[in-house]
C-alpha cells in the first residue's frame, strides 16, 4: 500500500506541475523523470539494506533508460518532479526535500573527494533552472528558486532567487509560498548595475551643461 500511494503521490505531482501531461497512461509510459524516481526509489531500498551492488546496478539501469543519475545513496523527499530529465545527475550525499522540482541538465555535485558529506541539502519546495549547477556540501533554503544556468558554490538562504556564475542572490521573498520558476522573468543583476551606470552618466551630463551654461553667462556678462 505503501508503494502504491507514492507511486500516486508522484503521478499527481506530475499532473499539478507539468501543463503538457495529459493522462495517466502518457505519464507511466512516456515520462523519464517518472521512470527515474521510479528506478531511484527501488536502487534506495536496496543502498540502505546494505545491498550496495544492486543499489549501484538499479541505479545504472535507470541511468540508461533515462539519461537521470540518481546515486542510491542520495535521500529524496516526496513528491520529486524531474521535468524532461535528460542530463540531471544526483550524488551520493545529497539531500533532497518535499516538493523539489529539477529541469533538464541539473548536477547536484560534490567539490571532494573524501568520503564525506560533499553534495548539497535542497530544502523543500526548491526549484532549480535547466543546467544549473550546484556543487558542494551547503544548504539551499526552503522555497529558493535558482535560475537556469547558475553555478551555485555557497549556502542560499530560504525565500530567496539565485543566479548567475558564480550565483548571487538576486531576490527575497517574506512569504512562505513561491511561485514557479519563471525561466524568462528573472532579474539580471548585471544588466541592473549597468544600467544604474547609465542613469548615473545622464545625470553628471545634465550637471555639466548646467554647469557649462552657467560658466557662458558668467563669462558673457564679464
Not at 523523470?33 to 551492488?53: E, M, P, Q, S, T
Not at 533538464?104 to 535547466?130: F, M, W, Y
Request: charged share 25%; glycine share 10%; hydrophobic share 40%.
Amino acid at each position: 500500500m505503501g508503494l502504491i500511494k507514492t507511486i500516486k503521490e508522484e503521478l499527481d505531482t506530475i499532473f499539478q506541475r507539468d501543463p503538457a501531461a495529459r493522462s495517466i497512461p502518457e505519464v507511466i509510459f512516456c515520462y523519464p523523470g517518472f521512470h527515474a524516481i521510479l528506478f531511484y526509489r527501488l536502487g534506495h531500498w536496496f543502498w540502505v539494506r546494505k545491498l550496495y551492488f544492486l543499489g549501484r546496478f538499479t541505479s545504472h539501469l535507470g541511468r540508461f533508460f533515462t539519461g537521470i543519475e540518481i546515486h542510491p545513496g542520495a535521500t529524496i523527499g516526496k513528491r520529486f518532479f524531474i521535468d524532461h530529465g535528460m542530463g540531471v545527475v544526483v550524488g551520493e550525499t545529497a539531500e533532497v526535500g518535499d516538493d523539489v522540482t529539477l529541469y533538464q541538465g541539473v548536477t547536484l555535485g560534490g567539490v571532494s573527494l573524501k568520503k564525506e558529506k560533499r553534495h548539497p541539502t535542497i530544502g523543500d519546495n526548491v526549484t532549480v533552472g535547466a543546467g544549473s549547477k550546484v556543487l558542494g556540501p551547503f544548504t539551499v533554503g526552503e522555497n529558493a528558486k535558482i535560475g537556469s544556468n547558475s553555478v551555485v558554490v555557497k549556502e542560499v538562504p530560504p525565500n530567496t532567487t539565485v543566479v548567475g556564475i558564480p550565483g548571487r542572490a538576486v531576490g527575497q521573498k517574506k512569504d512562505a509560498v513561491q511561485e514557479a520558476l519563471d525561466h524568462d522573468n528573472l532579474p539580471d543583476p548585471v544588466a541592473k548595475a549597468i544600467s544604474c551606470v547609465v542613469d548615473r552618466v545622464v545625470e553628471l551630463e545634465k550637471e555639466i551643461n548646467v554647469l557649462r551654461d552657467r560658466l557662458k553667462d558668467y563669462e558673457d556678462n564679464d
